[in-house]
C-alpha cells in the first residue's frame, strides 16, 4: 500500500468516527431533554396550568433531534406591582390558557409572574396578540408582557430567557404600551404560521424514553473509545429491578412494563446531559457515565435510592421498586465496549447476590466476567 493510500485510509476512519461521536451525542443530548420534557409534561400540559417545569420545558423544545425546533416564542408576564397580588396570577393564568392553543404551555413561575411557550414564529406575534387582547392579563394595564422569539433571540436556553427578562423591564418601565419584544424591535407584520414536527423517536426505546437496545453495543463502543482517546474515563452501569420476572408473573406484563417506564424516567432524570441511559435487553437497562469509578458508584448509590424511594402507582395501589446496579469503568478495567459490558454485567451478577439495593464495582479479583454478544438483538417490548 502506497503512502498516499495509507493517508486517505486513516483521514477517512477518522472522519467517520467524528460522525459516529457527533451522532452519539446528539442521541444522549436527546435523550436527556426527552426526560425533560417527560417530566415538564405533568405539569403545564394541555389544557393545564404548571407551577413547575419551566425551564424544562423550554429546553426540551430547544433540543429536537436531529432539526432545528420550529420557531417559537417566549412570553412573560408580570404585575407592575406585585404587592398584594398573591393567587391573582393564577386566576389570569386560567384566563390566559382559554386564549392559547392546546399545544401552547403556560407556567406559573415566581414573583406573581407567568411563562408561556407559544408555538408561533416571530412573523405570527401581532396576530396572536392581537387574539389575547380581550384576555386577562393582556386587556389589564397593571400587567406587563415581554417576549423573545427562537431563534432570532438565541438558539439556547440563557440567552433566551435573558432576551425575554430584559423585554419584560422594558415592558415594565414604559407606560404607551403593556408589552416589548426583545431588542426592541416593534411587533413585525403577520406573517403565516408554522406547524411544529414531533421529536423524532428513532433512536427511543417506547417504554423507557432510552436508547434502543439494538443501538446499545455500538453505542458503548463509540464513547468508550472516545473516551480513551481524550483520555477521559467511561463507566457503565447495568441496573436491574429486583425481582422483575416475580412481578411480571404475580401482577402480569404490565406491571412489569410499568416499572421499567418508571425506572427510565428515574435514569433520564437523575444523570447528566451528556450522559446515556439505555434499554439493554428486556430485563436490564443502563447508563454510560462520563466519570471513574467511584464517582460512577456514588451515582448509581443515588440513583437506588431515588428508586426506592418513588413508589410506582399501578391501578389502585402503588409497586415498591428497588434495583441492584453493577459497575465497570474503562479504561480502568476494560479497553472495549463488548469488555466493559461484560464486566458490568459481572458486577451486576455479584449486585444481586448481595440483596436489596446493592451497587457493586467490578473487582477482578472476585468476579468472573460473562461474554457479551456480539450485539443485542433488537426486540420490540
Known amino acids: 500500500m502506497s503512502g498516499s493510500e495509507l493517508v486517505s485510509l486513516i483521514f477517512g476512519f477518522l472522519v467517520v468516527s467524528a460522525i459516529a461521536f457527533v451522532a452519539i451525542a446528539l442521541a444522549a443530548s436527546f435523550l436527556r431533554f426527552q426526560g425533560m420534557a417527560d417530566d415538564a409534561t405533568r405539569e403545564g400540559g394541555p389544557g393545564q396550568v404548571g407551577r413547575n417545569g419551566w425551564n424544562a420545558a423550554l429546553a426540551a423544545r430547544l433540543s429536537m433531534v436531529p432539526s432545528a425546533p420550529a420557531p417559537f416564542a417566549v412570553l412573560l408576564f408580570a404585575p407592575r406591582d ?34 408561556v411557550l407559544l ?34 433571540d438565541g438558539t439556547r ?60 453495543l455500538s453505542s458503548l463502543q463509540k464513547l468508550a473509545s472516545a473516551a480513551r482517546r481524550e483520555g477521559q474515563s467511561l463507566s457503565l452501569l447495568v441496573v436491574r429491578i429486583e425481582h422483575l ?34 434499554r439493554i435487553d428486556e430485563e436490564q437497562m443502563g447508563v454510560m457515565v462520563h ?3 467511584e464517582e460512577a458508584l456514588a451515582v448509581a448509590q443515588r440513583l437506588c435510592e431515588q428508586v426506592r424511594s418513588q413508589p410506582v402507582p399501578y391501578a389502585d395501589s402503588e409497586l415498591k421498586m428497588s434495583i441492584n446496579v453493577g459497575i465497570a469503568t474503562a479504561p480502568a478495567d476494560a479497553h472495549t465496549g463488548r469488555d466493559l459490558f461484560a464486566y458490568a454485567e459481572s458486577a451486576a451478577n455479584e449486585a444481586a447476590s448481595q440483596g436489596r439495593g446493592a451497587c457493586v464495582r467490578f473487582d477482578p479479583e472476585r468476579m468472573t466476567p460473562g461474554e457479551a454478544e456480539e450485539e443485542v438483538e433488537p426486540q420490540a417490548y
Not at 406585585?82 to 415566581?110: H, T, V, W, Y
Not at 396576530?127 to 422569539?149: F, H, I, K, S
Not at 408554522?194 to 443501538?215: F, I, N, Q, W, Y
Request: aromatic letters at 4%.
Open 82 to 115: 406585585p404587592a398584594g397580588r398573591e393567587g391573582e396570577a393564577d386566576a389570569e393564568a386560567e384566563a390566559l390558557l382559554r386564549g392559547l392553543r392546546k399545544s401552547d404551555r403556560i407556567f406559573l413561575l415566581e414573583g406573581h409572574r407567568i411563562g
Open 119 to 152: 408555538g408561533a414564529p416571530r412573523g405570527t406575534l401581532s396576530a396572536v396578540l392581537g387574539r389575547l387582547r380581550a384576555v386577562p392579563p393582556m386587556n389589564d394595564p397593571a400587567w406587563a408582557v415581554g417576549m423573545a422569539t427562537y431563534p432570532e
Open 157 to 216: 436556553l440563557d440567552p433566551l430567557l435573558q432576551a425575554a427578562e430584559e423585554a419584560l423591564a422594558r415592558a415594565l418601565e414604559q407606560s404607551d404600551a403593556p408589552y416589548a419584544l426583545a431588542g426592541g424591535e416593534p411587533l413585525p407584520a403577520v406573517a403565516e404560521d408554522h406547524a411544529e414536527p414531533p421529536p423524532t423517536s428513532e433512536l427511543v426505546d417506547a417504554l423507557t424514553g432510552a436508547l434502543k437496545p439494538d443501538r446499545f
Open 245 to 278: 420476572a416475580r412481578y411480571r408473573e404475580h401482577y402480569g406484563a404490565e406491571a412489569a412494563d410499568t416499572l421499567l417506564a418508571a425506572l427510565g424516567r428515574v435514569l433520564r432524570a437523575g444523570v447528566r446531559e451528556n450522559d446515556l441511559p439505555v
Open 291 to 293: 466519570c471513574q469509578g
